[in-house]
């Protein structure tokens, strides 16, 4: 990014930076330069959090804003410290996510007496509503760049889906359904967002070892995708082709495939949606 012939860093936003995928987005971030403001749910940043980033990454600077994404006003105070403290946003990854499964079938027979208890949203609430959140913030910030000479774009949204987002995962339908929608959020917000010279796109990473599981041991005998693998796919979207947008990587193994939008079933449903495209609702 150049500014009157002086090189600026990006600034680069990461929901959940601190620990897991978050914290290896945060490092890849790091390694190119960049200013990234790691949004988490702690008080405060680990003890040795900022000071071991810095000290693997010299030419990049940090800096912690407590968060919790699922509540609006939270993230939004934390998006407007950020942009108050360096004029600018240029990238945002919506990352932060938990695992907090709460079974739909009651455990045992209900008889006519009893009635249901109410759900727990709270992965709903975060996994989702949170990265609803995040984005429309995203796009808020966004809009008040120039575009890039390069790249002619404003800047870029980048979502942490899961591939149990793309198949059945009967373990976790909660999860799953978040995951889902975030899947076809990016690839309904990319053609709208192509006027505005936005991009946004999603990763969905296979088996990474996280703190988002319970333990360690359910990661016994199950192939694990490494987190360079999924720091090839940020490095894609971001960095190599910037323009790429409403696209969808599976992260798997040694391997980043970009996952192509189902055919429509028929030319009639494929007429139709099209046309509420260029009606512009629904």
Request: some cysteine.
């Amino acid at each position: 990014m150049i500014a009157n012939g002086i090189e600026r860093r990006r600034v680069v936003v990461v929901t959940g930076g601190a620990s897991g995928i978050g914290l290896g987005i945060t490092n890849h971030f790091g390694s190119r330069g960049d200013h990234v403001a790691i949004l988490d749910i702690h008080a405060s940043a680990p003890a040795d959090l900022l000071p071991a980033l810095s000290k693997a990454h010299a030419n990049a600077s940090f800096s912690y804003h407590q968060c919790d994404i699922a509540t609006w006003a939270s993230v939004a105070a934390a998006f407007r410290a950020v942009y108050t403290a360096h004029g600018r946003i240029n990238v945002v990854m919506a990352n932060a996510g938990i695992s907090r499964e709460e079974s739909l079938i009651p455990a045992t027979v209900p008889t006519p007496d009893v009635e249901p208890t109410e759900p727990g949203l709270r992965t709903m609430d975060v996994n989702l509503t949170g990265t609803l959140f995040t984005v429309k913030l995203a796009i808020h910030y966004l809009l008040l760049n120039s575009p890039a000479p390069d790249s002619n774009s404003r800047g870029s949204i980048v979502l942490t889906a899961s591939n149990a987002g793309i198949y059945a995962f009967p373990v976790a339908p909660l999860y799953a359904a978040c995951k889902a929608g975030l899947v076809n959020l990016t690839r309904s917000l990319g053609p709208a967002l192509l006027p505005h010279q936005i991009q946004i796109n999603a990763l969905a990473p296979a088996v990474l070892e996280t703190n988002i599981a319970p333990s360690k041991d359910l990661f016994k005998g199950m192939v694990l995708t490494p987190m360079s693998t999924l720091q090839k796919a940020v490095r894609l979207f971001v960095d190599e082709e910037p323009n790429r947008t409403g696209e969808v990587a599976e992260v798997h193994g040694q391997s980043v495939t970009v996952r192509e939008v189902p055919p429509y079933v028929d030319e009639d449903s494929e007429r139709n949606l099209r046309r509420f495209w260029n009606l512009g609702y629904a």
